[in-house]
């Protein structure tokens, strides 16, 4: 049976639950809470990753803009040796089309993270303000495609230059060569 006497201070036009000492949250909830943060944070990364690969390939003809694209003829690229510029990497600039605007300057792979990158300078080469989207892969001593990333410039000027870093998220070891895939140069 039910105690027929309320605590003090409590009447039964009181909506409030009688006074009594102050409980912390149970750990389940603070636990899902965090779970529900790193979720969400993992969803968002996925999200950017997403639509960096969709603005990698958007077409001539997706979005309305003034595009160029040009895939870069084939150039031996820097392996994990210290960051050089090879002398093959050197010639890119005889290309008319964007992706004799875009050079490799190193091509390493993280020896903490095992993350394999490549340094980029871009040089907006073109009379319109675009934005660059640049393609790499990371190829083995094999010839084997291990990790491919990409790298993103906006709004550069006429003449103006940019270096950028295109990573990948797949850990490699041992040796890793780095070439431009693709360059696509929107006018901004």
Known sequence: MSNPNPPPGWHPRDSRPPPGPLTPPPPRAARRRVALGVGLGLLGVLMLVG?????????????????????????????TSPPRAPASQASPAADPGPVGDVRITSCQVDPATHWPS????????????STYIVGVEFVGPSGVRLAEGAALSNNLAPGQRAETTAGALEQIRG????????VTRLAS
């Open 118 to 129: 490549a340094k980029l300078m871009i040089t907006n080469r073109s009379g319109e303000t």
């Open 51 to 79: 639509l960096a690969g969709l603005l990698a390939t958007i077409g001539p003809d997706g979005g309305g803009t003034k595009d160029e694209e040009s895939a870069p003829p084939a150039t031996p690229a820097v392996g």
């Open 175 to 182: 040796q890793v060569t780095c070439k431009v895939t693709k």
